[in-house]
């Protein structure tokens, strides 16, 4: 498994999660599709879960927070802290839970393409009108770039 994984950061505990699970759900279509069965297996926080429920087609039960969504929230404003999960209960509060499923990516995509941890791209981001960072009312926040926050 490693000849596969080994550009993806971490490749070596993920070849172990994945083996364990194999072991445990055995084919694929035992693997089970709620959240709080997916976190309870190896590697798998709610991160991963949230993405496995899209991914599936499955209604959204939480929102997909990743590194990009980490530092983007807080800049715009809707969310504050370092915590995964406490900046994913603070956008469920806010946003419907129709929209769950596509925010989370949404705000991971405007991280990867204009939202950078240096030199966002201010001037041509959508969100520039009504985001914080940018008209001067939440400081920068480029510590929340910290990888091992994630499984
Ligand atoms: S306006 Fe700037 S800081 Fe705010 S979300 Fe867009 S790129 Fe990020």
Not at 46 to 56: C, D, G, M, W, Y
Not at 78 to 91: D, F, N, S, T, W
Not at 112 to 135: D, G, H, L, Q, S
Request: proline fraction near 7%; glycine fraction near 8%; charged fraction near 25%.
């Amino acid at each position: 498994m490693h000849r596969y994984l080994n550009s993806v950061r971490n490749f070596g505990n993920k070849c172990i999660w994945l083996t364990k699970i194999a072991t445990i759900v055995k084919a694929l279509e035992n693997l089970p599709l709620d959240l709080p069965s997916l976190v309870k297996l190896p590697g798998i926080g709610r991160k991963s879960a949230n993405v496995i429920l899209r991914e599936a087609g499955r209604p959204a039960e939480g929102i997909i927070v990743d590194l990009h969504v980490l530092r983007v929230a807080p800049r715009i404003g809707i969310a504050e802290g370092r915590q995964p999960e406490k900046v994913e209960q603070q956008l469920m509060r806010l946003i419907s839970k129709e929209r769950w499923g596509e925010i989370g990516m949404a705000i991971s995509f405007l991280g990867r393409e204009v939202c950078r941890p240096t030199n966002p791209k201010c001037e041509v981001c959508v969100m520039n009108a009504v985001c914080c960072f940018y008209n001067g009312t939440q400081p920068d926040n480029r510590i929340f770039s910290d990888p091992s926050l994630f499984d």
